[in-house]
C-alpha cells in the first residue's frame, strides 16, 4: 500500500542522490538552481523517482481515493519544505499525482489541487484540516480585482465583510485564505490576503453551488459578516494580495494543466476497452477507420497536451524558470484538448456513452470546468499575449 513512509522514502532519495548520477539535458551545475517557489535545498527528482511516484499514485487511486486518505498516504504538501511536512518533491512531481489523481476522479483531484494550494500549513499537509482559497465575487471574476470585500482595520487584526462565490472546498473548508480590500481606494495595490479559520464568528457557506461537473467536489458561495482576523493572519504583505496571488498564479495553472491530462488518460481508459469489445457488422468497432482515427486523435491530443505540461515543469524544477506563457498555454492547450477527448469518448461508445451506466459523460462535464475555472481560456489567450507584450515592448517604442 502506498503509505505516506513510502512517499516520504522516495522524497528523502531523492534528495540524498548525487547530481553526478542524475540523468539530466542540463549540465549539473544548473540542477541546483530553483526558483523561490521551491523548497530551500531543492534538487529536481530524477525520472526514476517521478516514475516511481507515477506508479505509486495510480496504486493508491486504484485502492482507496478518499480525501482523508490524501494526508494518510503524504500525497499533500508535495512541493513544500520538508521542514513543515512537506515532500520538497517539485512541480514534476506535483503534475504527476495531479494526473493520476485526476484519471481516477476529477472532483476529488480538483478539491486535492485547491486544498494544496494552502499546502505551506502543517494541518493541511498532515490532511487533519480541508482548505480553500477565495478570490472570486459574483461581480469579480475575470476581473478578479475588482472585489467588493473590504477588511477594515481594527485594534489587534482586521474585520472582514462581504461574500465570495465558486469557493472550491468552501462548504468544507476549515481554513479559508480570502483576499479582500484594505483600501479600497487603492484598486489591485489596495487587496490584502488573510488567512480565515472558518469557525472564526461571523463566517458562514450561504449555500452549496449545484453544478454541471466536479459534483464530488463541494464548491460554495461564502458569506462573511464581521468576521475578525488576528493581525498574525496576515498573508504577506498589507496591500501585498495580488503579489502573492500573481506569484502563485503560473504555477497554479501548471499544476491544474496535469487535470485535464488526467481527464483525456479516463477517456482513452474507457474509449480503448470498449471499441475493442464491442462489435457491430461482425467486427470489433475499433478496427473501422473512422473509430480508428478517433481513438488516435484522443491518443496524440493526450500526448501532446502532455508533453507541454511535463516540459515546462521540468524547466521549473531544474532550471528554476517559470515562463508565464508556458503556465497559461499548458493548461489552455490541455483543457481545450480534454474536452474534445471527452466528446470523441462518448462518440465512440454510441448510446452507452449518452447514459450515466458508464463515466463518459462524467469525464466531459468534468474536462469543460478546466476551460472556465482558475482563469478562462479567453484570459489565459490574454496571459500569453500580454506576457509577448512584454518581451517584444521594445519593438512598440
Ligand atoms: C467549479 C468552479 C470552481 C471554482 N473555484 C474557485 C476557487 O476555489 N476560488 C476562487 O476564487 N474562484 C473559483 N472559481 C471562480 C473562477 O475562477 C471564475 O468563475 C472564473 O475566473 C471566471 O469568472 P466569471 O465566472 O466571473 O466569468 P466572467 O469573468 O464573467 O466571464 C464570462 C465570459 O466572458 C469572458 N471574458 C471576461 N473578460 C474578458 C476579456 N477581458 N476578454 C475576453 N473575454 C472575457 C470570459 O472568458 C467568459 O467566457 C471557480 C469556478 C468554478 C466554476
Request: aromatic content about 6%; hydrophobic content about 40%.
Amino acid at each position: 500500500m502506498a503509505s505516506s513512509a513510502a512517499f516520504r522514502s522516495l522524497a528523502r532519495r531523492s534528495a540524498l542522490l548525487p547530481s553526478a548520477i542524475r540523468p539530466s539535458l542540463v549540465p549539473a551545475a544548473q540542477i541546483r538552481l530553483h526558483s523561490s517557489k521551491h523548497p530551500k535545498n531543492f534538487e529536481a527528482p530524477t525520472s526514476e523517482d517521478l516514475s516511481e511516484l507515477r506508479d505509486r499514485v495510480q496504486d493508491f487511486t486504484r485502492r482507496e481515493i478518499t480525501e482523508e486518505k490524501l494526508g494518510d498516504a503524504g500525497l499533500l504538501g508535495i512541493t513544500a519544505d520538508e521542514d513543515v511536512g512537506g515532500l520538497a518533491l517539485g512541480y514534476q512531481a506535483h503534475c504527476i499525482v495531479m494526473e493520476e489523481l485526476s484519471r481516477a476522479s476529477g472532483s476529488i483531484a480538483l478539491s486535492y489541487a485547491a486544498h494544496s494550494q494552502l499546502c505551506y500549513l502543517p494541518d493541511l499537509i498532515a490532511g487533519t484540516s480541508v482548505g480553500a482559497l477565495a478570490m472570486s465575487e459574483s461581480g469579480a471574476g475575470s476581473d478578479v480585482v475588482s472585489m467588493r470585500t473590504t477588511a477594515k482595520e481594527v485594534e489587534g487584526g482586521y474585520v472582514i465583510n462581504g461574500p465570495k462565490m465558486w469557493i472550491t472546498n468552501g462548504p468544507d473548508a476549515n481554513v479559508i485564505v480570502v483576499y479582500a480590500k484594505t483600501e479600497p481606494d487603492k484598486g489591485s495595490k489596495g487587496i490584502t490576503a488573510f488567512i480565515v479559520q472558518t469557525d472564526y464568528k461571523g463566517f458562514s457557506c450561504a449555500r452549496k453551488l449545484d453544478k454541471m461537473g466536479m459534483r464530488g467536489s463541494n464548491t460554495g458561495e461564502l458569506n462573511f459578516d464581521n468576521v475578525f482576523v488576528p493581525k498574525e493572519n496576515v498573508l504577506g504583505k498589507v496591500n501585498g494580495g495580488v503579489r502573492v496571488l500573481m506569484e502563485g498564479l503560473d504555477l497554479e495553472r501548471l499544476v491544474l494543466s496535469a487535470g485535464p491530462l488526467g481527464l483525456m488518460q479516463a477517456s482513452l481508459d474507457v474509449a480503448l476497452p470498449f471499441s475493442h469489445q464491442r462489435k457491430q457488422f461482425g467486427t470489433p468497432i475499433a478496427h473501422n477507420q473512422f473509430l480508428q482515427g478517433k481513438l488516435a486523435d484522443m491518443y496524440t491530443k493526450y500526448q501532446a497536451s502532455k508533453a507541454y505540461t511535463y516540459t515546462t515543469a521540468r524547466v521549473v524544477d531544474e532550471e528554476g524558470l517559470i515562463k508565464t506563457q508556458d503556465c497559461a498555454g499548458a493548461i489552455l492547450y490541455a483543457a481545450e484538448r480534454a474536452t474534445e477527448c471527452a466528446l470523441d469518448c462518448i462518440q465512440v461508445l454510441g448510446g452507452m456513452g449518452y447514459t450515466e451506466e458508464m463515466p463518459a459523460s462524467r469525464i466531459l462535464r468534468d474536462a469543460k470546468l478546466y476551460e472556465i475555472g482558475a482563469g478562462t481560456s479567453e484570459i489565459r489567450r490574454m496571459v500569453i499575449g500580454r506576457a509577448f507584450n512584454k518581451e517584444y515592448a521594445h519593438f512598440s517604442t
